[in-house]
């Protein structure tokens, strides 16, 4: 986890806005309903996305 977060926004300089998930940082988020390191099918249950504070329901990425 922490090679996917920290030390990513570390290379980038960005540690100071995006390294974890506290007040006053920016917050993007996959929120899954499956363990992603039981099964990849976990990443086709997505049941929220926090993009930059902001929560989106699955049915928000519904595609007709």
């Known amino acids: ?3 996917a977060t920290i ?11 995006l390294d974890s998930v506290a007040v006053g940082k920016i917050a993007n988020l ?3 309903n499956d ?3 039981k099964t990849v099918e ?5 049941d929220q996305v926090i993009l930059q504070g ?3 329901g ?7």
């Open 7 to 17: 030390r990513n926004a570390r290379v980038l300089g960005l540690d100071k806005k």
């Open 54 to 56: 902001k929560v989106y």
């Open 30 to 32: 996959v929120v899954l």
């Open 1 to 3: 986890m922490a090679s």
């Open 42 to 46: 976990a990443y086709n249950n997505i």
């Open 58 to 64: 699955r049915e928000a990425f519904v595609v007709n």
């Open 35 to 37: 363990n992603p390191l």
